[in-house]
T-cell receptor, first 115, second 118 residues
Framework: AQKVTQAQTEISVVEKEDVTLDCVYETRDTTYYLFWYKQPPSGELVFLIRRNSFDEQNEISGRYSWNFQKSTSSFNFTITASQVVDSAVYFCALYGGTSYGKLTFGQGTILTVHP | KAGVTQTPRYLIKTRGQQVTLSCSPISGHRSVSWYQQTPGQGLQFLFEYFSETQRNKGNFPGRFSGRQFSNSRSEMNVSTLELGDSALYLC?????????????????FGPGTRLTVL
């Protein structure tokens, strides 16, 4: 069975602070993908980043960066210089094996960025 | 390019009724997945359709069903509604069927249908 855990239920920061969202996953698949999605109040899930299990290279994309470590089954996501528009619920998700179309989501982290 | 559309956006039903939700994927996408989102259970996978065939199903009772048409549009149906079925129902489409992890295609989500059961 697959499982994704986001231990942080809510995070509150002040604008321009950096914020890291934690994600820990469990899977028996040797090949899998990890994702971060953002859900603003409108409800639509917006794809942010993905990483496959073959590549542990960490990257930066604009204000977003991620830290993927297979040894600890973690896939943390950092927003640098947060902005009020970053306020949303963030979900970490896992796709693996032959789970046709099935993403396994964490419980989500509510991020509030105050001006 | 138009995104994933879902209709209706909001729906109010009473217990015991049935409901049908519709999802139109992005043009060219052949895979449609459905998810239920509730405050208590979070985002849970319902089922996935690819080329009119259900390939995967989550752990939901038989009251939840779906289908996909030849134009890739999909519908899901919930019969004998219960209070606990109140949720945001999201559908997502992708180019291929995620069968080959080496060529994974992201799922793009629609805005959802908010169902309230009274």
């Amino acid at each position: 069975a697959q499982k994704v855990t986001q231990a942080q239920t809510e995070i509150s920061v002040v604008e321009k602070e950096d914020v890291t969202l934690d994600c820990v996953y469990e899977t028996r698949d040797t090949t899998y993908y990890l994702f971060w999605y953002k859900q603003p109040p409108s409800g639509e899930l917006v794809f942010l980043i993905r990483r496959n299990s073959f590549d542990e290279q960490n990257e930066i994309s604009g204000r977003y960066s991620w830290n993927f470590q297979k040894s600890t089954s973690s896939f943390n996501f950092t927003i640098t210089a947060s902005q009020v528009v970053d306020s949303a619920v963030y979900f970490c998700a896992l796709y693996g094996g032959t789970s046709y179309g099935k993403l396994t989501f964490g419980q989500g982290t509510i991020l509030t960025v105050h001006p | 390019k138009a995104g994933v559309t879902q209709t209706p956006r909001y729906l109010i039903k009473t217990r015991g009724q049935q409901v049908t939700l519709s999802c139109s994927p992005i043009s060219g996408h052949r895979s449609v997945s459905w998810y239920q989102q509730t405050p208590g259970q979070g985002l849970q996978f319902l089922f996935e359709y690819f080329s009119e065939t259900q390939r995967n199903k989550g752990n939901f009772p038989g009251r939840f069903s779906g289908r996909q048409f030849s134009n890739s549009r999909s519908e899901m149906n919930v019969s004998t509604l219960e209070l606990g079925d109140s949720a945001l129902y999201l559908c997502a489409s992708s180019l291929a069927g995620l069968a080959d992890l080496n060529s994974y295609n992201e799922q793009f989500f629609g805005p959802g249908t908010r169902l309230t059961v009274l």
